[in-house]
């Protein structure tokens, strides 16, 4: 089977900060499962359905700058969510996120890391 994924995965874990992009939802903390240049995937503590737009806001740590991070602010939508349907017995739920909206220079900020820190 053939990988239609665009960019590479890698697991790291960065915290994230979600919001619902039509602000119908308060807006939440969670941490990415993996992340590529192109979008991640994250536990969420309730189901969010497939094709919300999100507002995110991450903070990529600059190699040799000590604590020094670069923020990224994008917006996505969810293209996967695990289990589908909402369910009363499911404390946590995963979704994956697409990058719809983001700076080419954030998705390179994204690429380089993921190149120090994964695909060595």
Known sequence: MKERRKHRRASLELPLDVADASEKTKGFRAKTVNLSAGGFYCKVPFHIPVYT????????????????????????????????????????????????????????????????????
């Open 53 to 120: 737009k999100l507002k995110i806001s991450m903070a990529i740590p600059i190699a040799d700058a000590g604590d020094e991070q670069h923020v990224i602010s994008c917006e996505g939508m969810v293209v996967r969510t695990v289990p589908e349907q909402p369910d009363p017995s499911v404390d946590t739920y995963e979704i994956g996120c697409f990058f719809t909206e983001i700076d080419d220079y954030d998705r390179l900020v994204i690429e380089q890391y993921l190149a120090e820190k994964a695909f060595k």
